[in-house]
């Protein structure tokens, strides 16, 4: 099954953190992301510009309206993902908790919706 983890973390603490602090939480998601591609979960991740690039999107009565940053104004913001796959959900969380940005933040696990496909 897969899952998505979408890691969440406070942009505002990211971007006070002093460079070797920084260097090091790479080196956490590189040695992270290359061990789960080793043991053949990892299936896509990246990550998210800030979300002062963001441009949030939504139709009303037939209008689009789009307006400058996220959908929701929040302490943490959603900064990147990975899809997995997992036998289950314990599984799944294992991998979340290993995630570098756990530690500061906080990382969802949601399972991925499998539609049937249109014959």
Same mark, same amino acid.
């Given at each position: 099954?897969?899952?998505?983890?979408?890691?969440?973390?406070?942009?505002?603490?990211?971007?006070?953190?002093?460079?070797?602090?920084? *260097?090091?939480? #790479?080196?956490?998601? #590189? =040695?992270?992301?290359? *061990?789960?591609?080793?043991?053949?979960?990892?299936?896509?991740?990246?990550?998210? =510009?800030?979300? *002062?690039?963001? #441009? #949030?999107?939504?139709?009303?009565?037939?209008?689009?309206?789009?307006?400058?940053?996220?959908?929701?104004?929040?302490? =943490?913001?959603?900064?990147?993902?990975?899809?997995?796959?997992?036998?289950?959900?314990?599984?799944?969380?294992?991998?979340?908790?290993?995630?570098?940005?756990?530690?500061?933040?906080y990382v969802?696990?949601?399972?991925?919706?499998?539609?049937?496909?249109?014959?």
């Open positions: 099954m897969q899952y998505m983890l979408l890691i969440y973390t406070n942009e505002a603490e990211m971007a006070a953190r002093k460079p070797g602090e920084l *260097s090091a939480m #790479t080196q956490g998601y #590189t =040695e992270f992301t290359q *061990s789960i591609v080793r043991s053949g979960n990892y299936r896509s991740g990246e990550a998210l =510009e800030p979300t *002062s690039t963001a #441009t #949030t999107v939504h139709v009303r009565d037939g209008k689009v309206l789009q307006t400058d940053g996220p959908y929701a104004e929040t302490k =943490e913001q959603l900064g990147g993902f990975y899809l997995v796959e997992a036998q289950d959900l314990d599984e799944a969380t294992k991998m979340a908790a290993r995630i570098p940005g756990a530690e500061r933040g969802e696990v949601r399972p991925v919706r499998v539609f049937t496909k249109p014959t």
